[in-house]
């Protein structure tokens, strides 16, 4: 049987429409039977993190940076016309409109569907954030650096950082 | 006769240098050879949206995020520096004096050389964006969702995500 | 032997994090034993400017372009956060809690390991930069334009837009 072709998707940002690209291709590429991978590191490790999460962190810096960054699916918001939470509330209406799932659903989806989702542990020092299992959401699969990442990207066919 | 080498290229950015980058490169590879297509999705939408576009999307919440997102390749901004327009207007001077073309200079270019415009359907309900081909600008291609940018990307040698 | 895999980021945002998470790929790639080339472009050309470089470029648009977009490794701000320099300072406190290398250590480390940082000459124009060898720091190699991106694109297992 023919290997499955590999799609690798770093995502590096926190802002929703980036969160939802991210998902929406992951998602796709699933459905179309690739292999596929996303790797959270910096502000994308909001997304996956559980929104309980704020409080175990050591240190203070640790702790008012985890406050001001409180992580969960729920609290992304837009890169641009934000406008003190309007631009985020009407795209969210928008989604629902049109049908288009929650960063949660899609989170759920990916799962159902095999993609795997990675946590940066090179990245969590900075962040404020445990490098541990527990911080982050149950479909979360594994927490792995640098090297693993471009070792998926390397077999990959198609590899996106967003 | 070889086939030729693919680029894809994903624009999710609205920003001023980001539409830039995207278009120098789609112009250069088209004339390496390479057969190339560029993918707008979100902010993305707003670069190949005609000007006058605004007034045609259904419901409040549309023409409401319509109105605050015009469209058009003339009000990209900088992601920084903007300054209320001055640090954009700087750029743009600046672009003249090195004899860089415009976005859309380089819109029509890249339509000269071959370089396919598809509007991504999947995102233009979040957008507020009517999904038709008249609300885009002549230039564009096809409007298509993210498995066709998925089947592109898989045939590339070269996918970018800006 | 066999011929090394290429890896090839370009560099376009002057974020902290997105910096620094494209000089921690470029040096983990190395270390795997990948060839790799950086490319810097539009506010990724301050990451690699020299500090002292703001005064040489001529005309009073680019001068002043290049006094408000001061270069140098020192000078990047995180994205989000930053809050006047405190989430910044923050960070920056958590790099080195976590002995995570400084942009000015990663910049000497990718120099050692034979990672090529290459400036683009395309868009030095725009950015008020001089396309001069004197304008970056000693570890910058050479000054390329879009093509030779493309074409190191085109032979590279990973291509990275950061």
Same mark, same amino acid.
């Given at each position: 049987?023919?290997?499955?072709?590999?799609? &690798?998707?770093? +995502?590096?940002?926190?802002?929703?429409?980036?969160?939802?690209?991210?998902?929406?291709?992951a998602v796709t590429g699933a459905s179309m039977g690739m292999e596929v991978?996303?790797?959270?590191?910096?502000?994308?490790?909001?997304?996956?993190?559980?929104?309980?999460?704020?409080?175990?962190?050591?240190?203070?810096?640790?702790?008012?940076?985890?406050?001001?960054?409180?992580?969960?699916?729920?609290?992304?918001?837009?890169?641009?016309?934000?406008?003190?939470?309007?631009?985020?509330?009407?795209?969210?209406?928008?989604?629902?409109?049109?049908?288009?799932?929650?960063?949660?659903?899609?989170?759920?989806?990916?799962?159902?569907?095999? +993609?795997?989702?990675i946590a940066c542990t090179t990245t969590c020092g900075v962040m404020g954030?445990?490098?541990?299992?527990? &911080?982050?959401?149950?479909? +979360?699969?594994?927490?792995?650096?640098?090297?693993?990442?471009?070792?998926?990207?390397?077999?990959?066919?198609? &590899?996106?950082?967003?």
């Amino acid at each position: 049987m023919a290997e499955k072709e590999k799609l &690798t998707i770093a +995502v590096l940002s926190g802002d929703l429409e980036r969160a939802l690209a991210a998902f929406m291709l992951a998602v796709t590429g699933a459905s179309m039977g690739m292999e596929v991978s996303m790797f959270f590191t910096f502000w994308g490790l909001n997304i996956i993190k559980r929104n309980e999460g704020s409080l175990q962190s050591k240190g203070l810096m640790r702790k008012m940076l985890n406050i001001m960054n409180r992580g969960g699916a729920k609290r992304l918001k837009l890169s641009r016309f934000n406008m003190l939470g309007l631009g985020t509330w009407m795209m969210k209406r928008l989604m629902k409109d049109t049908n288009m799932p929650s960063i949660d659903e899609y989170i759920a989806m990916a799962k159902d569907m095999g +993609v795997k989702l990675i946590a940066c542990t090179t990245t969590c020092g900075v962040m404020g954030i445990p490098p541990e299992k527990d &911080t982050f959401r149950s479909e +979360v699969e594994s927490l792995a650096g640098a090297a693993y990442f471009l070792g998926e990207a390397r077999e990959s066919k198609v &590899t996106l950082f967003i």
